[in-house]
Structures are given as C-alpha cells and as structure tokens.
C-alpha cells in the first residue's frame, strides 16, 4: 500500500524546477503529484510520477541527486473538516507526520500523500480506522 | 627609534660573523640533543663540523610543518622540560597541531625583539599600546605584549572580539599604538563608525598589523580609515612568533628580519636550490639563538624575496618584502591557518560525504568569511529538509570545532562545483588584498 515518491536536490535556482520537470516530460514520464520545499539556501523538489524507474534514471543522468521514499496516499473526504478527521487518528495513534501535500486530480474525491517516519505504523492505523488508501499501481496510473 | 642600536646597526660583516658562530653553535646544540635532527644529519652524511660557513647551510635538508606534526607534541625540544616555561600551538590544524615551546632566555629574547618591532613601527616608552592580536595558544597576543612591557610601554591586552568594548577603550583610555590584523582593524573602525566615533577624534598614531597576508592597497585604505601610519610586522610560532620581521616606518618598504637571531633564505619551491638576493621565492628560516624549539632550514611556505641594501631608517639587518602569496595552497582566514585538506578531513568524518567541496573565502565588512560548498550525493541527500540543515549545521560546528574557525556550510547539487581537468577547484578566494 506504499507510494514511491522521487525526490531530488535543487539549489535556489528557480530554473531548476523547469529543467527537472522538461527533464522527465522528454523522457515521457507523467507528474502525478509534485511539491516543493525549500529555505532560503536550497530545496527539496517531490514528485510522484508515472514510472519511478524511468524517472529516476533520466533525473540522474542529468546530474540531480536523486532520492527514493515511500509515502502513502490517502483519501480524503471531500468535506470541511475530512482533514483533520485523519489527523486527529494519527495524533491520537501517536504517529509523526514529516510532511503532507495534495495529489494534484480533477475528480470528486481528494488525495493526500503523506510521508511518516514510520510507515508501516501509520498504514496499520490508517486501515483500522477504514481510512482509504491507495496503492501504488494504481497512484502512478491515474 | 632604534630600540638596539648596536645590534640593529651592525655591519653586514659582523652580522655574518655573528651568524655564523652562532649557527655552528646552535647546529651542534640540535645534533645532540634532538633526534631528529641528528637523524637528518646522518640521513645527509653530514655532522655539524662539515659546516665551515654560511654558504655550508645550504647542505643541511629542509624541515617541514609535516616534520613538527610527526614530532608532535615535544619531540623537537631541544632542553628537558623543566626548563621549559611556555608552550604555544600554531593555529587551525586538525590532528596533530605544532606545539613550540620556551625556556625563559626564549622569552626574553622574543620580548627583546618585539620591543626592536614595536620601535621600529613607531611606539616609544610611554605610549599606550591597544593590543587586539588574541591571548592564548596563539603568539600574537602575548607576543606583543611582553614586547610592549620590555620597550616600557603601557599595553591594554584588550586580545580579540568585544568589538563595541574595545571602540569605548580606545576613546576612554586613549591608545596611541594599535597592534591587531589588518582585517579587523577596519572592521573596528567601521564598528566606530556606527558608533558615531571617528578615528580622527582617537589618539592613535601608528598600527602595526600582521597575522593574515595585506597589500598596498590596503596600507593606503588603513592609514586614510584608522588615520595612523601603517605597518607590516612578520613572524610565525615555528621560528618564534611576531618580530621576525618588522617593518620601518620610516622606509615602509620591506620588513627588516632581526639577523642576528635568524638566518633567512630564499628557495625555489620546486627544487629547493637556494635563489640569490632580489629573486622571488619560498622563505627559510634558521633561529641561531633558540634554547627550547631551535629551528633548522624551515619552509615557511611564504613567498617573498630578500634585499640586503642599505635602509634610511640606519637598520643594517637585510630587508624580505611583504609576503605575496604561499607555496601551499593554506589560507589564513581571520588569522587561523586552513588547509583545504583539513576541511576535507572533516568531511570525510561524516562518512556518507563523498569529498568534493569548494572554499569559498570572501572579504564583507573587512571581516573574512568562509562558505564551504558541499555537493550532495547520493547517500547524503535526503526528502526531508530539517535533516539537510542539520547537516550544514553539524558540519559547520565540525569545522569550527577541529578548524577554530567558523564557517557557513552550503549544499550544492551533484556536478555543480567547477572542475578543472576532472579535479574540483577546491578554493576561491574572493578576497581583495
Ligand atoms: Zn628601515
């Protein structure tokens, strides 16, 4: 039930996001999900993409430091206070949450990924609490 | 003034008579006491007797900074350690520093030649000498402050940092002689400045300022901001500390080397072979009157040349020009000695970092500063920003702990530091001296 998230290492170069992204798109990978955290010296780009693989070779070949994760992707319930529904679960299950961003989809329903530092924990939770997750066949291919 | 008029004064003859009677003297001293100057000796099929003359230095092999490291910390002391009654360490060094150490003659002729240095830049008996070298391991400091006591002089040993104090003790106390880096003597007036204080308004009359590598053009910038007459001041702890050399500030040209306790020599760096007078090359030093840390055909690294021509100021000792580069690739970075090498060994302990980083040395505010680039590899990256600064700030407290000096880490991408011929260009010194 694990997502691969691709993340690579950009100095404070707001070219550097295009050349990643043209990157990927020449070698024909699809963005699925994408966010960006940065400071004021550097950032950490973070991509769910169509092939992992593929992507991460591409992004290498052209130099970035590339790293794999797994994160997982949530459904949340497209109503006020979905959100916080999941999060009270986790705090309340003593889970840390590192960082969270949207899947970028136009449907009804939204997606989350999430990235613990403690997967396995998380996912046991998120199942007992009949939180959706998604796996990751079916993330890249959306 | 000339603090020893009979010495400083001395024909070129007596000089080189004196010199030689006292090298021979200080060869044998070594050649019994110091194994491994008895062994370099054995190694070059040589004993002291073999040398008749000046010219005869030139048989003896070199001594390195490595040699002091590999003997570290008394291995080349020269009297037991009773007699012994300071230990000072050269600056910035990881591993193994190089400890030198004093008997009580050592300090008094180091005091002696300080107090010739502080004459010829000016200060007089009664003058009030504001002294911001540091206080410690480092000589600088207490250097110039048992020199500022022998000439009679009144020292404030303010050492360094407390910037915003020290402006308040030079208009309160009134100092007349500033002795600090060149660096942060611009930086204390800028300080001043803010301060609404102006050099113009303070009592000082002459800076003597050393420890890091200055230029011309800096001479004219700190005489015109400090409103003082400057000069250069020369030494290193492997031969003594400061006053090796001094410059005059009648000539302001050159610093003279005190020869009658040294013998300096001018090499190429590549083959060692000694380079006449006038020619540019790589300093060497021999002390001829040392007790506890006697030093034998030193590499300084510094790059200078030597002139024996008469001065205006009446010194006969021969003149070395300001030191214009080094034969090495070390930097002297608010007076602490780095080694590119150095940084990378404190990289290397941070096991995941592949070693291809970049000094980056620049000039702000008068202040040195030092970046250094680290290329994220692989292993060391990760998604998370949090671990990627506590990344930068444990190295950078790794540097400042092993280096003393501080630094700002920065992470660069894979590939991004300009190699040359496939080997990173490890220093830029963005520095204007
Ligand atoms: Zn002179």
Redesign the interface.
């Known amino acids: 039930m694990k997502v691969i998230?691709i993340?690579i290492?950009?100095?404070n170069t707001g070219g550097?996001i295009a050349e990643a992204t043209s990157i990927l798109a020449d070698a024909g990978i699809n963005i699925r999900a994408m966010s960006l955290?940065?400071?004021t010296?550097?950032g950490?780009l973070?991509l769910i993409v169509s092939d992992v693989d593929k992507a991460e070779k591409a992004l290498k070949d052209q130099?970035?430091?590339?790293?794999k994760?797994n994160v997982v992707a949530v459904q949340v319930e497209d109503k006020p206070g979905g959100l916080n529904r999941i999060l009270q679960v986790l705090a309340k299950a003593e889970i840390n949450v590192?960082?969270i961003y949207a899947f970028l989809r136009d449907s009804d329903q939204a997606i989350m990924i999430f990235?613990f530092d403690n997967t396995d924990n998380a996912l046991k939770i998120l199942q007992e609490n009949k939180i959706k997750v998604f796996k990751g066949e079916d993330i890249y291919a959306m | 003034m000339i603090y020893n008029i009979d010495f400083e004064t001395l024909p070129r003859e007596a000089i080189t008579a004196i010199q030689l009677k006292r090298l021979k003297a200080t060869l044998e001293n070594v050649y019994a006491t110091v194994p491994f100057y008895k062994d370099m000796f054995r190694k070059a099929r040589l004993t002291p007797h073999d040398i008749r003359s000046l010219d005869d230095l030139q048989k003896i092999p070199f001594t390195t900074k490595q040699d002091l490291r590999d003997n570290y910390p008394y291995g080349m002391f020269a009297v037991p350690m009773a007699n012994v009654v300071r230990i000072h360490a050269s600056s910035g060094t990881t591993g193994s520093p190089t400890v030198v150490g004093y008997t009580a003659r050592d300090i008094n002729t180091w005091a002696e030649l300080m107090a010739r240095a502080l004459s010829a830049g000016g200060a007089h008996r009664g003058d009030i000498i504001h002294n911001a070298y540091g206080y410690g391991l480092f000589t600088g400091g207490l250097g110039v402050h048992y020199g500022a006591e022998k000439l009679g002089a009144s020292v404030i040993p303010v050492s360094g940092g407390n910037t915003k104090r020290q402006i308040v003790i030079m208009k309160d106390f009134g100092p007349t002689i500033l002795t600090a880096t060149p660096s942060y003597s611009l930086h204390l007036a800028e300080v001043a400045k803010d301060m609404g204080i102006s050099f113009k308004d303070l009592k000082f009359k002459f800076g003597i300022f050393g420890a890091e590598p200055w230029s011309e053009s800096m001479r004219d910038e700190l005489e015109e901001t400090l409103n003082i007459t400057a000069v250069d001041i020369y030494g290193l702890s492997e031969v003594m500390g400061p006053g090796v050399a001094i410059e005059c500030h009648e000539a302001k040209n050159g610093l003279h080397i005190f020869e009658d306790h040294f013998i300096p020599e001018i090499i190429n760096p590549e083959t060692g072979e000694v380079l006449p007078y006038g020619e540019t090359g790589e300093l060497v030093f021999t002390s001829i009157t040392k007790e506890a840390f006697p030093i034998i055909r030193y590499r300084t690294r510094d790059i200078t040349s030597l002139h024996p021509e008469p001065c205006i100021c009446g010194r006969t000792h021969i003149r070395m020009k300001r030191v214009s580069g080094r034969s090495d690739d070390m930097l002297i970075i608010r007076g602490v000695n780095v080694f590119p090498s150095q940084i990378e060994s404190v990289l290397m302990k941070t096991d995941k970092i592949e070693p291809h980083y970049q000094l980056v040395v620049d000039r702000v505010d008068n202040l040195d500063t030092l970046t250094v680039k680290v290329e994220v590899s692989e292993s060391l990256f990760s998604d998370e920003i949090k671990l990627l600064q506590t990344l930068e700030a444990k190295l950078s407290s790794d540097i400042k702990e092993y280096l003393g000096v501080s630094a700002k880490v920065k992470l660069v991408e894979p590939k991004s530091i300009a190699r040359s011929e496939g080997k990173a260009v490890r220093v830029i010194d963005n520095r204007k001296i």
């Open positions: 998230q993340s290492f950009l100095e550097r955290a940065d400071t010296d550097f950490v973070r130099g970035f430091a590339v790293g994760t590192e960082y990235r």
